[in-house]
């Protein structure tokens, strides 16, 4: 069975930095697509970017790229998402979805797979 666990969230100031961390499961961590979705209050979830692994090239949100790196280790099966710059405008519950049944590409992440329960990151003004 396929599970993604997000970690990493918190309360950070305008201008700060967080990672968030994303830990798979069930299955081989060399073909697979990770992507971070967020959602806040009264809105609807946003694709922040991804990651393909066959060469590990990401894709971003335009409200987000120069700020938030994707990145990925193998050997720990895990995703992670640096967030610097951070606004309040960040603050939102933040998904990790996971799995050989993504593709990644320009347009964000596609396709089936599992989902975090997701974490919360609130930026203070």
């Known amino acids: 069975e396929v599970q993604t666990v997000e970690s990493g969230g918190g309360l950070v100031q305008a201008g700060g930095s967080l990672r968030l961390s994303c830990a798979a499961s069930?299955?081989?961590?060399?073909?697979?697509?990770a992507g971070w979705f967020r959602q806040a209050p009264g809105k609807e979830r946003e694709g922040v970017g991804c990651?393909?692994?066959?060469?590990?090239?990401?894709y971003y949100a335009r409200s987000v790229k120069g700020r938030f790196t994707i990145s990925s280790d193998n050997a720990k099966n895990t995703v992670y998402l640096q967030m610097n710059s951070l606004k309040p405008e960040d603050t939102a519950v933040y998904y990790c979805?996971?799995?050989?049944?993504?593709?990644?590409?320009?347009?964000?992440?596609?396709?089936?797979?599992?989902w975090g329960q997701g974490t919360q990151v609130t930026v203070s003004s």
């Open positions: 979805a996971a799995g050989p049944g993504f593709r990644c590409h320009e347009a964000g992440l596609s396709g089936s797979g599992s």
């Open positions: 990651i393909r692994s066959s060469d590990g090239s990401t």
């Open positions: 069930g299955f081989t961590f060399d073909d697979y697509a």
